[in-house]
């Protein structure tokens, strides 16, 4: 649904994601089978443990569905909290959403981007602008939403000029000249100051966010009637969108509310709608999961309580759920802080989505369903 009715970077994280699953898909199925085989085949012994984690939670037995009202009333906060800050604060686009100017710029030097983002958001009243290392060390991009909403013919030259003030203290030879550092000069033969610059208009403009959010929407009702028809009842389908709503709630609203408060970027652009989808997809799949384990219980113990065979589905994959969110946000967490300021906002997305992905997995999405399910009655 988001490659056929997405555009632009939804297509391409459409794109990428079909091929991630179908090569995750095959090795899963076939590569697995394979080396299970093949160890079976020289009566190898397979062990999925180790004396560490046997039987570590085997025979666990906590009463989720009896803290649902205590999640429902935490859930409900952090939601309030959220479209509070929404309606108060707003968002930070970035300028994927607000369009801004990008310059390629060479020091005779090696420079720190993050020293270059603290001089020229000092310079560009607080407006912190999007630094990145072009190539080797002493030459970075900068791309900025400053004064972008000017037209003046002048508001380049002021720009241009706001770049040389600033970083000139980078340069080690502090007997540069704007002219030689601006772009009145031949830019094809410089070897240093701003080798190209150019204005960005928005990457996303309101056809194609129309666009994106149109897809995700028919998307989310794909992803309903599929759960719907797979477990044969509509309750499971519908809970399933309302955790990822929760979801997708929350982390706008953190990221409205930590906006100009976390010390790295929080924007709204390419990559946040990216974070996005890739937390409504774990989250579905982890309560798919444990939907199905669901299903499998009410299947296996029919005479016993509705509430006996949830709370047993989601205590008999909660080995599988610790495991698969504890390695992914091990694996984020390393790009949150080894992965440079660029992508840390992203990362950030990502580790609250997952967080709150597994959470709603466990404490929203399976209780909704009880509830719409009629509680205590048998399915």
């Given at each position: 649904?988001l ?6 970077p939804?297509?391409g994280?459409?794109?990428t ?7 995750s898909?095959?090795s ?15 009566n ?14 085997a ?6 569905l ?9 859930s409900a906060?952090?939601?309030i909290a ?16 607000s ?10 030097q ?27 060390t002493?030459?970075?991009k900068?791309?900025t ?41 031949d ?7 701003i ?5 960005v ?18 998307a989310l ?5 599929y ?25 706008f ?5 930590f ?6 970027s929080?924007?709204?652009?390419q990559?946040?709608?990216?974070a ?30 509705m ?11 909660l ?21 440079g300021e ?9 580790l ?8 709603s ?16 009655k048998?399915?």
């Amino acid at each position: 649904m988001l490659y056929v009715f997405g555009t632009g970077p939804v297509q391409g994280f459409a794109t990428t994601l079909i091929i991630g699953i179908l090569s995750s898909l095959f090795s899963a199925i076939f590569i697995s089978r394979l080396i299970f085989t093949t160890l079976l085949n020289k009566n190898k012994k397979i062990y999925f443990d180790n004396k560490f984690t046997r039987d570590w939670l085997a025979n666990v037995n906590i009463n989720f569905l009896g803290m649902r009202k205590k999640a429902y009333v935490f859930s409900a906060l952090i939601i309030i909290a959220g479209i509070v800050s929404l309606f108060t604060r707003g968002l930070n686009p970035g300028i994927d959403f607000s369009g801004g100017r990008s310059f390629v710029i060479r020091f005779d030097q090696p420079v720190t981007t993050g020293d270059v983002r603290d001089a020229l958001t000092a310079e560009f009243e607080n407006i912190s602008p999007e630094v990145k290392t072009f190539g080797p060390t002493s030459q970075v991009k900068i791309t900025t939403k400053y004064l972008i909403e000017d037209s003046s013919p002048e508001v380049d030259s002021i720009i241009q000029t706001k770049l040389f003030t600033s970083l000139k203290k980078f340069y080690a030879n502090q007997d540069l000249e704007y002219r030689d550092f601006s772009t009145d000069v031949d830019t094809e033969n410089k070897l240093l100051g701003i080798l190209s610059s150019q204005k960005v208009d928005p990457v996303i403009a309101d056809d194609i966010l129309e666009r994106a959010w149109r897809a995700i929407g028919i998307a989310l009702v794909v992803i309903f009637l599929y759960i719907a028809i797979r477990f044969k009842k509509w309750q499971f389908g519908l809970a399933g969108l309302a955790a990822l709503v929760h979801d997708t709630l929350i982390v706008f609203g953190l990221f409205s509310i930590f906006y100009n408060v976390l010390p790295f970027s929080l924007d709204i652009d390419q990559a946040f709608i990216a974070a996005i989808l890739t937390i409504v997809g774990y989250s579905i799949n982890d309560t798919v999961i444990i939907f199905d384990r669901i299903r499998e219980y009410t299947g296996l113990y029919p005479k016993r309580d509705m509430r006996d065979n949830i709370n047993g589905a989601i205590n008999s994959t909660l080995m599988r759920t610790i495991n698969t969110s504890g390695t992914t946000l091990l694996v984020l967490l390393i790009i949150f802080i080894f992965g440079g300021e660029v992508i840390r906002g992203f990362a950030f997305a990502l580790l609250m989505g997952i967080m709150v992905g597994t959470y709603s997995s466990v404490f929203t999405a399976s209780p909704i369903a009880y509830n719409l399910l009629g509680g205590d009655k048998k399915l």
